[in-house]
């Protein structure tokens, strides 16, 4: 069932990397799809250290008040200044389907719009749910960048 969805971002420190590994943990379909590795605590740990460091990167946990409910990871200024590119939208797989990534989406684009001119989002593999859900969301698959890489653009102005 579809609900109105009210989502808050909170950004992602390194003390935050269980929740994430969480997250990951409840998304078995989505790890076997990219690979079957599910990336340990430690992984995370790490990432979310490299993470700190580049400023234009942002990794946000969604939240529906105290519930985690997914994973933002996106970049401003890339591939250019103008642009921001979501590299990760991650629902738990049993809120998939609810109208939580849509929501997600609509925050996104209403933090950028004014600052960015076009949101991209980089589907890796062979994740044909993913690409349905960018179409429905309203981006246009730009170009494929290889077998297992696909880029979804929409305009923000
Ligand atoms: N097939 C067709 N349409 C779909 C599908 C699908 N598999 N999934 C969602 N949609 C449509 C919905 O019907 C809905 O359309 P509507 O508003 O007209 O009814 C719209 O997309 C929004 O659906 P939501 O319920 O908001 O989608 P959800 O909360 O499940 O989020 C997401 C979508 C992010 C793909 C989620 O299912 C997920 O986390 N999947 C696993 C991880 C993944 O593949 N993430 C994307 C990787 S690519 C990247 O992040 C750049």
Same mark, same amino acid.
């Given at each position: 069932? =579809?609900?109105?969805?009210? +989502?808050?971002?909170?950004?992602?420190?390194?003390?935050?990397?269980?929740?994430?590994?969480?997250?990951?943990?409840?998304?078995?379909?989505?790890?076997? +799809? !990219?690979?079957?590795? !599910?990336?340990?605590?430690?992984? !995370?740990?790490?990432?979310?250290?490299?993470?700190?460091?580049?400023?234009?990167?942002? &990794?946000?946990?969604?939240?529906?008040?105290?519930?985690? $409910?997914?994973?933002?990871?996106? =970049?401003?200024?890339?591939?250019?200044?103008?642009? &921001?590119?979501?590299?990760?939208?991650? !629902?738990?797989?049993?809120?998939?389907? =609810?109208? +939580?990534? /849509?929501?997600? $989406?609509?925050?996104? %684009?209403?933090? +950028?719009?004014?600052?960015? %001119?076009?949101?991209?989002?980089?589907?890796?593999?062979?994740? %044909?749910? &993913? /690409?349905?859900? #960018?179409?429905?969301?309203?981006?246009?698959?730009?170009?494929?960048?290889?077998?297992?890489?696909? #880029?979804?653009? =929409?305009?923000?102005?």
């Amino acid at each position: 069932m =579809k609900v109105s969805v009210q +989502l808050d971002f909170l950004p992602v420190t390194p003390d935050l990397a269980p929740a994430v590994h969480n997250l990951y943990l409840s998304c078995p379909t989505y790890i076997a +799809l !990219i690979g079957g590795e !599910i990336p340990s605590l430690n992984d !995370i740990e790490r990432e979310l250290e490299t993470l700190r460091h580049d400023t234009r990167r942002q &990794a946000v946990l969604l939240r529906q008040g105290e519930q985690v $409910v997914g994973f933002l990871d996106y =970049k401003v200024a890339h591939p250019d200044l103008h642009s &921001a590119t979501i590299s990760l939208l991650l !629902i738990e797989e049993s809120l998939q389907g =609810k109208g +939580l990534g /849509k929501a997600a $989406v609509e925050r996104l %684009e209403a933090l +950028l719009r004014g600052r960015m %001119e076009r949101l991209y989002a980089v589907v890796y593999g062979h994740n %044909e749910q &993913a /690409k349905r859900f #960018w179409e429905r969301v309203g981006f246009e698959h730009l170009r494929d960048s290889g077998p297992n890489l696909s #880029w979804y653009l =929409k305009s923000l102005r």
